[in-house]
């Protein structure tokens, strides 16, 4: 037990370390560390929602395949950091591997209570969605949020609501319906103070995970990823 403790804090250790791109960070992963320590490099990297994110593809993967994806991971971070009214974040998948964490607000996003996407909203999509035109080979995931104003009824539907409405648009701007799976989780994930206005606000959102696929995991594997 003390061993795997200190295992798990040199891990957090090493993972939390200022500098560090996702291409090291994959190829520490892909060694088998991030199944040594489990829950734990999932927190710290997905904030407790790491092992959520992307489909698991049953095997291992090894070092070099981790670090070949991380720097694919780290080159496309780079880029939607343009994007001007979303957070871009690196987080863990299912597999141990690097992605991508995009937060949209929900109040540039949607009317509140409503689920239709503004003008502006489109546009940020847009750009978005051509900024993944290259980065075919992987999964998005997107969660709808709300804050606890109303029912636990009407917060699930209007989360999903929105999820679905972001997946709809960025479907129709090039992305493949078939990489995009959507769930709405009402207000059960705050990322901040229900309490407050500021907090409320924070926590109606919309969070889009960008994962490896099998395709770019085989392609990484068999050293054809570019």
């Known amino acids: 037990m003390k061993k795997a403790i200190l295992s798990f804090l040199c891990a957090a250790m090493i993972f939390s370390g200022c500098?560090?791109?996702?291409t090291g960070k994959g190829a520490l992963i892909g060694t088998g560390a991030g199944a040594a320590v489990g829950a734990g490099i999932?927190?710290?990297f997905g904030n407790g929602k790491g092992a959520a994110i992307g489909a698991a593809v049953g095997t291992a993967v090894g070092a070099s395949a981790?670090?070949?994806?991380g720097k694919k991971m780290d080159k496309k971070a780079e880029e939607l950091a343009a994007l001007q009214n979303a957070q871009v974040e690196q987080v863990e998948d299912a597999n141990g591997l690097q992605a991508i964490k995009v937060t949209f607000n929900s109040g540039?996003?949607?009317?509140?209570n409503g689920s239709?996407?503004?003008?502006?909203s489109k546009k940020e999509l847009a750009q978005f969605a051509q900024k993944m035109s290259d980065m075919v080979d992987t999964d998005i995931t997107i969660y709808g949020h709300t804050d606890?104003?109303?029912?636990?009824?009407?917060?699930e539907k209007l989360s999903a609501q929105r999820a679905e409405s972001v997946a709809t648009y960025l479907k129709s701007c090039g992305i493949a319906g078939s990489r995009m799976t959507t769930e709405g989780k009402s207000y059960s994930m705050p990322v901040a103070d229900n309490a407050t206005k500021e907090g409320r606000a924070q926590?109606?959102?919309?969070?889009?995970?960008?994962s490896a696929n099998e395709?770019?995991?085989k392609a990484a594997e068999d050293g054809k990823l570019n």
């Open 203 to 210: 926590n109606r959102r919309v969070e889009i995970y960008i």
């Open 19 to 22: 500098g560090m791109s996702n």
């Open 108 to 112: 540039i996003l949607f009317p509140t």
């Open 42 to 44: 999932g927190a710290i």
């Open 148 to 155: 606890n104003t109303g029912s636990d009824a009407v917060n």
């Open 66 to 69: 981790g670090a070949i994806i």
């Open 116 to 120: 239709s996407l503004s003008a502006d």
């Open 215 to 217: 395709d770019m995991i």
